[in-house]
């Protein structure tokens, strides 16, 4: 079990099933409304998933290890490295799922025939690496990288999906309609994973504002103060709360799908709320935890929506 949560098991799943609904809930779907025949088999997927994960699980474990002094600070008694796994099998850990992601994601580049997904996997570590130790002292550079690389979790789905496709039909493949409409909604969906992990990273760092302090970080909350970053991400969240009901009157036929208006309220809208009340009431690091774990909650419903979208095709 603890090694489970050493690589975040529960963040892994959701990342994991982020991906999978995108595939089955939404391109897929998009894909059979256009005519459109799959190309990309269920083990490769499979296996761009599991490189996805492999490698985002190195990433919290070398994370942790670089940040054993704040968490001594910040969270004592959930400290693992250096209590009941020693920091030298942290390490190996590290370098196991590392190459193991790697390797995978360079078999992916080739099928695909795709040299910048090869650059893609090895360059994710490495900016991963950048982050624990370097990125995220800096004040919103950290939270920068951690929201980009969420946001290339989902278009991945639908790059892979048409890089497989354009194999067998050329390049014309990405001037049709499915392939506009797939990157649209994908994008979509990347863009407000993006924008909710970069809300929660800096809620995050408000929680861990002591042990940051510590150690010499400069993150968002330290430099500006928690009063401006209180009205930063109020800001964040107003905009998301504003484009989210634009898309809903935008886009046509949107009403029509089953039970969207009341999972707009109810899932998406009353949760935004909730998090701007806690938000702003918190004080001390116990309640910007739970208003960190509402943010985590907007994140898991904007991913079940997808559920929703895919039944527009």
């Known amino acids: 079990m603890d090694y489970l949560k050493l690589i975040r098991y529960k963040n892994l799943l959701l990342?994991?099933?982020?991906?999978?609904?995108?595939?089955y809930g939404?391109?897929?779907?998009?894909?059979?409304?256009?005519?459109?025949?799959?190309?990309?088999?269920?083990?490769?997927?499979?296996?761009?998933v599991l490189a996805t994960v492999l490698l985002a699980a190195s990433g919290y474990i070398i994370n942790d290890y670089f940040d054993i002094r704040i968490d001594r600070i910040n969270k004592p008694d959930k400290v693992l490295l250096g209590k009941r796994i020693t920091r030298r099998t942290a390490l190996f850990l590290h370098v196991l799922l590392?190459?193991?992601?790697?390797?995978?994601?360079?078999?992916?580049?080739?099928?695909?025939?795709?040299?910048s997904y090869a650059l893609?996997?090895?360059?994710?570590?490495i900016l991963l690496w950048y982050y624990s130790t370097t990125f995220k002292r800096h004040i919103v550079i950290g939270n920068l990288v951690i929201s980009f690389l969420t946001g290339i979790?989902?278009?991945?789905?639908?790059?892979?999906?048409?890089?497989?496709?354009?194999?067998?039909?050329?390049?014309?493949?990405?001037?049709?309609?499915?392939?506009?409409?797939?990157?649209?909604?994908?994008?979509?969906?990347?863009?407000?994973?993006?924008?909710?992990?970069?809300i929660r990273e800096i809620i995050k760092d408000a929680e861990d504002v002591k042990g940051d302090k510590a150690v010499g970080c400069k993150t968002l909350p330290i430099a500006l103060g928690i009063p401006l970053a209180k009205v930063f991400v109020l800001i964040l969240e107003l905009v998301s709360l504003i484009v989210m009901w634009a898309i809903y009157f935008y886009i046509d036929d949107f009403d029509t799908i089953p039970y969207v208006l009341p999972y707009y309220i109810i899932g998406l809208t009353l949760p935004h709320l909730l998090l701007i009340y806690k938000w702003m009431k918190a004080q001390s690091p116990?309640?910007?935890h739970q208003a960190s774990s509402i943010s985590k909650l907007i994140i898991l419903m904007g991913v079940l929506f997808i559920l929703l979208a895919g039944q527009m095709f």
């Open 98 to 115: 590392t190459i193991s992601g790697i390797l995978i994601g360079l078999f992916i580049a080739y099928v695909a025939r795709k040299e």
């Open 15 to 23: 990342i994991a099933t982020m991906q999978c609904l995108l595939r």
């Open 153 to 198: 979790v989902v278009l991945l789905v639908v790059s892979v999906e048409f890089a497989m496709l354009t194999k067998i039909h050329g390049q014309a493949i990405v001037r049709t309609e499915a392939c506009s409409t797939a990157w649209f909604w994908t994008t979509g969906f990347a863009i407000f994973a993006f924008l909710a992990n970069f």
């Open 26 to 48: 939404l391109i897929l779907p998009i894909l059979s409304h256009y005519g459109v025949d799959p190309v990309l088999s269920h083990l490769r997927f499979a296996l761009v």
């Open 286 to 288: 116990k309640e910007f």
């Open 120 to 125: 893609m996997f090895i360059g994710v570590p």
